[in-house]
């Protein structure tokens, strides 16, 4: 399929772990990101938060929020992109997505206008 499938949202208390994981064909040779969209503020308009990207060689990149904690890595032979997030915070509470691009460079990762597939979103809930 063409657009993303995240997994792995869920509930944790601050401080553990979750790890999401994005299916997407649109993959290799292809920008991926992972956008959180934080309660309340979709309807306030604020845009997607650019949480992590990989690039088609593998270069990275992070919010500082989230530097350290999460990793962001991808498995060629399954096409799926993951992030891994450590000692989460109640601030980390969001709905995730998923957005893909197929040009193989993106000159801003976390605009969420350069990115042509979504996923459905994955709630991930931290409680404190």
């Known amino acids: 399929q063409v657009q993303p499938v995240e997994s792995g949202g869920g509930s944790v208390q601050a401080g553990g772990s979750l790890r999401l994981s994005c299916a997407t064909e649109?993959?290799?040779?292809?920008?991926l990101a992972w956008f959180r969209q934080a309660p309340g503020t979709e309807r306030e308009g604020y845009a997607r938060q650019g949480v992590a990207f990989i690039d088609s060689d593998g270069s990275t990149g992070y919010i500082d929020s989230v530097k350290g904690r999460f990793t962001i890595s991808k498995d060629n032979a399954k096409n799926t992109v993951y992030l891994q997030m450590n000692s989460l915070k109640p601030e980390d509470t969001a709905m995730y997505y998923c957005?893909?691009?197929?040009?193989?460079?993106?000159?801003?990762?976390?605009?969420?206008?350069?990115?042509?597939?979504w996923g459905q979103g994955t709630q991930v809930t931290v409680s404190s």
């Open positions: 957005a893909a691009d197929r040009r193989a460079f993106i000159a801003t990762m976390f605009d969420p206008g350069e990115y042509n597939y």
């Open positions: 649109t993959y290799r040779d292809s920008c």
